[in-house]
């Protein structure tokens, strides 16, 4: 039973425009989620987090979008260039669990 | 501050051998995580110790043993090593910090060891 799920394998978008990456969980006991990015041959990085008590969280070009109801979520980059290029998992966990959840990750590419 | 740091990068083994990946951690964080990485399967969960002296199962433990030997280290053992081991292996380390407006809840992750089991 996949708990998390990125239903897109992958995803490419012209440079300066806006990525959109969607998650969506099934469990309605996560309270906090994250994205990484994953760039080959390199470990995930931690690129942003949002607690279920917020709908949105924004860092810099990156913004991750919480809908609890649709138990959906996702991460938009804007304006995207070319260095974004890369694996994107979102995860999540309930408070006091010690195990995070991945998706299956979808591969962005920037296109010049 | 290396962060994770794990050895071997690089592995190939033959069916039936045995190995330790090891991985070692200098942010003192109490969890640490063994994760595999295949192809459309994300990051896959094997073995986890919330502190140290303590071990968990994650999703896929089966032909996998862990050692969390002191608060820094955590190696994952192949006893027996099968081509469905082939993958990349990732090791982690948890922070979890308390804020004013919310805890938040990290997880650093080390360069990852391709394997390979011909």
């Known amino acids: 039973d996949q708990q998390v799920k990125q239903n897109s394998p992958s995803l490419s978008v012209q440079e300066g425009r806006i990525s959109i990456l969607n998650c969506d969980y099934t469990?309605?006991?996560?309270?906090?989620f994250l994205w990484y990015k994953k760039y080959p041959a390199e470990g995930p990085t931690f690129l942003i987090s949002i607690s279920s008590i917020k709908d949105k969280n924004e860092d810099g070009r990156f913004t991750v979008f919480l809908n609890k109801s649709a138990k959906h979520l996702s991460l938009h980059i804007v304006p995207s260039q070319p260095g974004d290029s890369a694996v994107y998992f979102c995860?999540?966990?309930?408070?006091?669990?010690?195990?995070?959840?991945f998706g299956q990750g979808t591969r962005l590419t920037i296109n010049p | 501050n290396a962060g994770v740091t794990q050895t071997p990068k690089f592995q190939v083994l033959k069916t039936g051998q045995s190995m330790t990946l090891q991985c070692a951690q200098d942010m003192n964080h109490n969890s640490m995580y063994w994760y595999r990485q295949d192809p459309g399967m994300g990051l896959r969960l094997i073995y986890y110790s919330a502190s140290e002296g303590t071990t968990d199962k994650g999703e896929v433990p089966n032909g996998y043993n862990v050692s969390r030997l002191n608060k820094r280290e955590f190696s994952l053992r192949l006893e027996s090593a099968a081509p469905s081991q082939t993958s990349v292996y990732f090791c982690a380390s948890r922070r979890v910090t308390n804020v004013l407006w919310g805890n938040t809840d990290t997880q650093y992750f080390g360069p990852g060891t391709r394997l390979t089991v011909l």
């Open positions: 995860a999540a966990v309930s408070q006091g669990a010690q195990k995070l959840v």
């Open positions: 469990n309605s006991m996560f309270d906090y």
